[in-house]
């Protein structure tokens, strides 16, 4: 499957986003770019250590600890590309459907570790301009 398949397979079918690094600061990237996907219908699992509650929802400080309440289906990063691997290996035991890395993101060899276990992989992509694209084409 080649990305612009997945990212189309991802945003139509997911509904529940785990994003990993979100901060409770509105001026921050991660927090516009979840506000936005939580307007949009999708639910938002916060994954930072260092909060409670974030938009409205339950902050956990991992994926694993989140996935113990929630299904999560995708994995959005907005860490470091050398933060990804052991995202990716949590990411792979929780079963999520998709890992997602933001703009300026990526991590070649995590990629192929989560292809290889089934996972859909979007690398250096906003999730939130990509779903934008998609509903102007009327996809979403």
Partial sequence: MNEADAIRQILTHART???VGLSPDPTRPS???ARTLQA???RIIPINPNATEILGETAYPSLTEAA???VIEVVNCFR???DIPPIVDEA???KAKAVWMQLGISHA???QKAQAAGLRVVQNKC???EHAVLSARGVI
């Fill in 17 to 19: 986003i785990a994003v």
């Fill in 127 to 129: 999730i939130k301009t």
């Fill in 68 to 70: 113990q309440h929630h």
């Fill in 31 to 33: 927090f516009e770019v």
């Fill in 92 to 94: 792979i035991a929780i």
């Fill in 109 to 111: 060899a995590a990629a």
């Fill in 80 to 82: 470091r590309s050398k």
């Fill in 40 to 42: 949009r219908g999708y």
